[in-house]
């Protein structure tokens, strides 16, 4: 959750960008931040660590893949709550 002002914003998409992390801010849209507006982000630790452990296991699956299969190729994944 991203704090700006009065308004809370749900995070959406986390991306990187030649090294650069960038994420998107559901809602943003409606009560755009301006330049310079201070942020508060906050981490919710319970679902970060349910996610974290089927990205950590996304990462196991995909080096076993490109160890057993020769023709293997990866294209990413993006992993929610549904597992999916």
């Given at each position: 959750?991203v704090?700006?002002?009065?308004?809370?914003?749900?995070?959406?998409?986390?991306?990187?960008?030649?090294?650069?992390?960038?994420?998107?801010?559901?809602?943003?849209?409606?009560?755009?931040p301006?330049?310079?507006?201070?942020?508060?982000?906050?981490?919710?630790?319970?679902?970060?660590?349910?996610?974290?452990?089927?990205?950590?296991?996304?990462?196991?699956?995909?080096?076993a893949?490109?160890?057993?299969?020769?023709?293997?190729?990866?294209?990413?994944a993006a992993?929610d709550?549904?597992?999916?």
């Amino acid at each position: 959750m991203v704090a700006i002002g009065e308004h809370e914003f749900p995070i959406g998409r986390v991306y990187k960008v030649e090294g650069d992390t960038w994420l998107t801010l559901k809602g943003a849209a409606a009560n755009p931040p301006r330049v310079g507006d201070l942020a508060a982000v906050s981490v919710n630790a319970e679902r970060r660590r349910e996610l974290s452990r089927s990205h950590t296991l996304c990462h196991l699956m995909m080096a076993a893949g490109k160890a057993c299969l020769e023709d293997f190729d990866s294209k990413g994944a993006a992993i929610d709550e549904t597992g999916r």
